[in-house]
């Protein structure tokens, strides 16, 4: 452990603790620290993991360096005992950029758990995000955790479609390829970026990436790192470039998992798709035949909960793989929505609401927001305090509204699952403002780890 710098030194904790910004000088130990802390049962380490923190505070990364870690360390021993770090990102909502920090590699050595160091953390990283300009906060992570830091979760995570190694076309004696994947080179970037902005309209939030990010995809990682992707270029046989392919880059279960998968404008899915299972499932055999630990049963695309390829190609992708859910903190929800208020008055717009004049007071018990319309135009976003007596016109408990602001369930959905979530029945137009505004929708964050 390097010796402690006291211009990184964040604040004391109790018990002869120090919580502090890391540096260069801690990345091995950290590193190890943190395939330690993250490693599966029976593991000694989770390799991975130690290669994915080196990379992170190597200095290579788009967006991420060794300053962007926080870790506590105990003064007697030396030794870190928890850690996390911040990775800056850029997404957008229906096209609308904007900041997000998210906090990754959460951990605490078993002996110091329960001990506050993770909320400790989360209040530096949080401020870190907020100096950065971030409008909100998102992570992955266990179920409920996350909840106790002011998340919710409230976005499509992954999701996918699977299906056996029998059920990949195979080619006619005789046939050729009509479209070939293979390895990206830097040259094929530009058209790799540009391909995978056009298709983002399919999606309510994404995740923005510029060719850097693609660079860094390209060979930014060290071989053997969490989510490691081998990028290729899908071209006819002649080389004219269709589309890209992103797939695991090596195996670490029985199935290979696409994760990107795009086309550009005017090119059929359905043409292209046979000769990228085909590829798909001849790259993992080559990975299971090369490190001989896992055989390949199958192939998955792992692009979200829609995709053009699950229509296509629905008869070889049989199998649903459930998606999960990110969590999302928003520190200013007035401020959020004031962002996305061109979006808002576009779906008020087509809607049957259009020109409406009103308001529209949103409560959260506690506290609320308050959104005034003039003629289909949003004139006012502020909070909002109830009360006894002004309840609001729509009511949502705990963090839901997040769920409906992200598209992520209805609000018919969430009236469902949570019996306090409901319309002031004396606001006829509530229902159907409500829908208007936050209609669901499908995401798919492609993040950079």
């Keep these: 452990m390097a010796t402690q710098n006291l211009k990184e030194l964040v604040r004391e904790l109790d018990g002869g603790l120090i919580l502090r910004r890391a540096t260069q000088d801690d990345a091995e130990a950290l590193a190890q620290f943190n395939g330690y802390i993250h490693k599966d049962e029976g593991e000694d380490t989770a390799e991975y993991i130690v290669i994915w923190t080196r990379d992170l505070m190597s200095g290579t990364h788009p967006t991420t360096t060794a300053s962007d870690f926080t870790l506590v360390e105990d003064t007697q021993s030396g030794q870190i005992v928890s850690s996390m770090n911040l990775i800056p ?75 056996a190694k029998f059920q990949a076309p195979k080619l006619k004696e005789g046939e050729k390829e009509t479209y070939l994947v293979r390895p990206a080179v830097e040259s094929d970037l530009a058209f790799i970026t540009a391909v995978y902005q056009a298709s983002q309209s399919r999606h309510l939030v994404n995740c923005r990436r510029d060719e850097t990010l693609w660079h860094y995809e390209l060979d930014g990682r060290t071989d053997g790192c969490a989510d490691e992707v081998q990028l290729c270029l899908i071209e006819t046989a002649d080389g004219e470039p269709v589309g890209f392919l992103g797939y695991d880059g090596h195996l670490t279960r029985p199935t290979i998992r696409a994760r990107a998968y795009e086309l550009k404008e005017g090119v059929s899915w359905l043409a292209v798709t046979t000769s990228v299972v085909r590829h798909l499932v001849s790259a993992g055999e080559a990975y299971a035949e090369k490190d001989e630990k896992l055989d390949l049963t199958g192939y998955a695309f792992m692009l979200g909960i829609e995709h053009p390829v699950y229509e296509v190609f629905a008869h070889g992708l049989p199998r649903k793989w459930e998606s999960y859910a990110w969590y999302l903190r928003v520190p200013d929800l007035p401020a959020f929505l004031r962002l996305i208020k061109p979006v808002l008055e576009e779906r008020l717009a087509k809607s049957p609401l259009v020109g409406h004049t009103g308001e529209l007071t949103i409560s959260f018990f506690q506290d609320g927001l308050k959104l005034v319309f003039e003629k289909g135009r949003i004139t006012e976003i502020e909070p909002w305090q109830p009360t006894p007596k002004e309840w609001g016109m729509v009511l949502f408990p705990n963090l839901t509204f997040l769920q409906v602001l992200f598209g992520y369930r209805s609000f018919k959905e969430i009236q469902a699952a949570y019996a306090d979530c409901y319309i002031n029945k004396e606001q006829l137009g509530t229902r159907p403002l409500i829908n208007a505004l936050f209609p669901k929708q499908a995401s798919n964050v492609l993040a950079l780890h």
């Design 89 to 163: 990102q850029t997404w957008s909502y229906a096209g609308i950029k904007f900041g997000v920090g998210r906090p990754e590699l959460v951990g605490t050595h078993p002996d110091y758990r329960n001990r506050g160091l993770i909320r400790a953390q989360f209040e530096v990283i949080h401020e870190w995000s907020a100096q950065r300009g971030h409008m909100l906060q998102a992570i992955t992570g266990i179920p409920w955790y996350y909840r106790m830091f002011g998340y919710e979760m409230a976005l499509d995570l992954e999701g996918g479609r699977a299906g």
